[in-house]
C-alpha cells in the first residue's frame, strides 16, 4: 500500500461508518418496536430471532468501525439467542437488560465513539 491510496481507505472506512451510524438510527427504532413485543408470548419467537439477526450484523461491523463496546453488546445478544433451544420461550430477564442496554448504547454510540 502507498500512501497515496492509504488516505484513500480511510476517507472509504469512514463513508462505511457514516452510513453504519445512520442505519443505527433506523435499527434501533425496530428493536425497540421487537422488544416490546417480548412481553407477548405468541410475538416472543419471531421478535427473538430478528433482534438476533439484527444484533447480528451490528456485532460483525461495529468494532471494525470504532465502536467495539456497541459490538461486544451486540454480540452477547446474539450468541444469548442463539443459545435458545426451544421456541417460542419467554426471554430470560438477563437477555431483557442486554437489549435494553444495547438500545441505550445505540442512542450514545454515534455521540461518544463508542459505548461501554
Same mark, same amino acid.
Given at each position: 500500500?502507498?500512501?497515496?491510496? #492509504? =488516505?484513500?481507505?480511510?476517507? =472509504?472506512?469512514? %463513508?462505511? %461508518?457514516? +452510513?453504519?451510524?445512520?442505519?443505527? %438510527?433506523? %435499527?434501533? #427504532? +425496530?428493536? &425497540?418496536?421487537?422488544?416490546?413485543? *417480548?412481553?407477548? *408470548? $405468541? *410475538?416472543?419467537?419471531?421478535? *427473538?430471532?430478528? &433482534? !438476533?439477526? &439484527?444484533?447480528?450484523?451490528? #456485532?460483525?461491523?461495529?468494532?471494525?468501525?470504532?465502536? $467495539?463496546?456497541? =459490538?461486544?453488546?451486540?454480540?452477547?445478544?446474539?450468541?444469548?439467542? /442463539?443459545?435458545?433451544?426451544?421456541?417460542?420461550?419467554?426471554?430470560?430477564? #438477563?437477555?431483557?437488560?442486554?437489549? /435494553?442496554?444495547? &438500545?441505550? /448504547?445505540? @442512542?450514545?454510540? $454515534? @455521540?461518544? !465513539?463508542?459505548?461501554?
Amino acid at each position: 500500500m502507498t500512501p497515496s491510496n #492509504a =488516505g484513500g481507505m480511510s476517507n =472509504g472506512l469512514a %463513508r462505511v %461508518r457514516v +452510513r453504519f451510524v445512520a442505519e443505527l %438510527r433506523v %435499527r434501533r #427504532a +425496530r428493536l &425497540i418496536e421487537l422488544r416490546s413485543q *417480548l412481553l407477548n *408470548l $405468541p *410475538l416472543c419467537a419471531e421478535a *427473538l430471532k430478528e &433482534i !438476533g439477526q &439484527i444484533s447480528h450484523k451490528i #456485532a460483525g461491523t461495529a468494532a471494525i468501525l470504532g465502536f $467495539p463496546g456497541l =459490538g461486544a453488546s451486540a454480540s452477547a445478544i446474539d450468541d444469548a439467542i /442463539d443459545q435458545i433451544k426451544v421456541w417460542p420461550t419467554a426471554p430470560d430477564p #438477563a437477555l431483557l437488560d442486554r437489549i /435494553d442496554r444495547m &438500545i441505550s /448504547d445505540m @442512542e450514545l454510540a $454515534p @455521540e461518544k !465513539g463508542d459505548c461501554t
